[in-house]
């Protein structure tokens, strides 16, 4: 018991002698290196799963739709469609059978406004019982129709109820490349004009007269009437008494139909009786101021020769001998034929075209033998259309030659009258973007009828400064001149 208290007692003093010299004693601290951890491996754990209730769809999934071109219509139902794929704005379509044709020619449209170019239309038969009777017959028999276009073309074709589709299609295939003209007959009790000028008629005359004699005597044959365009006037040769004369056989007369249309642009024809139809047609062609800068006149080859070349020149030009640029071209006029030309392309006939001008332009042709025509054309007051006859020759002036042996080179020429240089002018330069050298010769060819006219002609010649040279020639002095100084003169004419 003693010796177990002793070891402990023993044991607790060395104890506390260890305690107190480690805290007395200092002692170097060393490092310990950090233990790597260890990888954690995390484990996914599965996500919750929310459990929805089911939506219901809005949308309804389909195919597309079936495709018809046109909508259908149906076989001997109310209505017909009408299809226009002819590439113009349609104005009018007739549809009937024989039976239909027999009853009436007169044709109707079925169309309240115009149809353009792919544009569908339906036509209720009901607002066309007769033509309803005859579909509704079933007896296989074909129907035709006509269309119009604002051109005026007409458009043809035949169409089988009990075959082809009831939606009628119309196109380009179907249009006439010559618009027939109805068999009036001649000298019978009436004549028809077509107004097929694509603008409505006001007015329209028949006379013996040209437009610009009319005084206001005239019969408008249109009344208070218009006559739209693609419409006939059926004239009854009874209500032409002023006329009965001109209207025989043997009469060989001719006559100016003219009509007026609602913008008063004027249209003109000569109608020849004897030998013309009585179906007459106005068109474009015989608008005589026709919108633009563009003057038309017709001439019509009779002479029995073909015609090369067509000069159009005022008066100026005519007498000094000159004709100015052909009006043909490329074109020639055969015997019995006819062309239309634009006298507004040559500038030199701008004031003969003017509306107040009374000034004469003369119409010269010639054949393959240099034969010459004449005839003389009034623009404001004759009809815009000549005949050459065979007899309407012209002589063609001779040439007058001229030496320049003056000391210096000459700038314009003229060939004037006593008239001319009395109303303060000397006509038209000669020479024109030519200048006429010293020592150098200018020919010019003089009409016939100014030196039968005129006798005594002057000459006057200037140079760049001014100088002018002056001679006076007739016929008896020859068809040779020499301007030189002596011919220099103190006072210009002007």
Same mark, same amino acid.
């Given at each position: 018991?003693?010796? $177990?208290?002793? +070891? ?28 790597? &951890? ?5 484990? &996914?754990?599965?996500?919750?799963? #929310? ?6 769809? #809005? ?6 739709? /079936? ?16 299809? %226009? ?34 544009? /569908?239309?339906?036509?209720?038969? &009901?607002?066309?019982? *007769? ?18 276009? !604002? ?12 075959? =082809? ?6 196109? &380009? ?34 006379? /013996? ?6 005084? @206001? ?50 249209? $003109?024809?000569? !109608? ?28 019509? %080859?009779? $002479?029995?020769?073909?015609? !090369? ?11 000094? @001998? ?46 393959? %033998? ?9 623009? %404001? ?5 000549? #005949? ?43 020479? /024109?973007?030519?200048?006429? *050298? ?48 002596? =011919?220099?003169?103190?006072? +210009?004419?002007?």
């Amino acid at each position: 018991m003693k010796r $177990t208290s002793l +070891a402990r007692t023993i044991s607790l003093v060395l104890l506390l002698s260890f305690l107190f010299f480690s805290c007395a004693t200092p002692m170097e601290q060393q490092v310990v290196p950090p233990i790597p &951890a260890e990888p954690v491996e995390v484990v &996914a754990q599965p996500e919750a799963v #929310v459990v929805e209730e089911p939506k219901l769809a #809005v949308a309804t999934i389909e195919m597309p739709p /079936r495709y018809m071109k046109y909508p259908p219509v149906v076989r001997y139902g109310e209505v017909i469609g009408l299809v %226009n794929e002819t590439g113009y704005s349609i104005k009018s379509f007739d549809l009937f059978n024989d039976w239909m044709y027999l009853e009436s020619t007169i044709k109707i449209n079925m169309l309240s406004e115009d149809l353009g170019d792919g544009q /569908r239309i339906i036509i209720h038969l &009901a607002q066309y019982p *007769e033509l309803s009777e005859e579909l509704q017959k079933r007896d296989g028999s074909t129907f035709s129709f006509n269309a119009s276009d !604002w051109d005026e073309d007409l458009y043809w074709g035949e169409w089988n109820p009990g075959e =082809d589709a009831w939606n009628l299609v119309l196109t &380009a295939d179907h249009m006439l490349s010559v618009t027939p003209d109805l068999d009036i007959e001649a000298f019978g009790p009436s004549l028809v004009i077509a107004n097929q000028s694509g603008y409505s008629f006001e007015r329209l005359y028949i006379e /013996r007269k040209s437009p610009n004699e009319m005084d @206001g005597s005239e019969i408008n044959l249109l009344g208070e009437q218009l006559l739209p365009s693609g419409h006939l006037a059926r004239i009854k040769t009874e209500e032409l008494a002023h006329l009965q004369e001109f209207l025989t056989f043997d009469a060989y007369a001719t006559l100016t139909i003219t009509a007026y249309d609602t913008d008063g642009d004027r249209y $003109t024809l000569l !109608w020849h009786p004897t030998t013309d139809a009585w179906f007459i047609a106005l068109t474009l062609a015989e608008l005589q101021w026709p919108e633009g800068d563009q003057f038309y006149l017709t001439v019509e %080859n009779q $002479t029995g020769q073909t015609l !090369w070349y067509l000069y159009a020149v005022p008066d100026s030009y005519f007498q000094e @001998g000159e004709y100015g640029s052909d009006l043909l071209d490329w074109d020639l006029i055969y015997d019995s034929d006819e062309l239309t030309v634009d006298l507004a392309q040559l500038d030199y006939l701008a004031d003969a075209l003017k509306g107040d001008s009374d000034e004469v332009i003369h119409i010269v042709a010639k054949d393959a %033998n240099d034969v010459l025509y004449h005839k003389e054309y009034y623009p %404001n007051q004759d009809i815009a259309y000549i #005949v050459f006859e065979a007899e309407e020759l012209l002589q063609e002036g001779e040439s007058l030659s001229l030496y320049n042996d003056t000391p210096s080179d000459l700038w314009f020429l003229y060939l004037s009258t006593d008239e001319i240089v009395d109303e303060g002018d000397l006509g038209r330069d000669l020479l /024109r973007d030519e200048i006429w *050298e010293m020592q150098e010769e200018f020919t010019f060819k003089v009409s016939p009828s100014l030196v039968e006219k005129h006798p005594v002609l002057h000459l006057y010649a200037y140079d760049y400064l001014d100088n002018v040279y002056h001679k006076t020639w007739k016929v008896g002095d020859g068809w040779a001149l020499t301007f030189n100084a002596e =011919d220099l003169s103190e006072t +210009a004419p002007l």
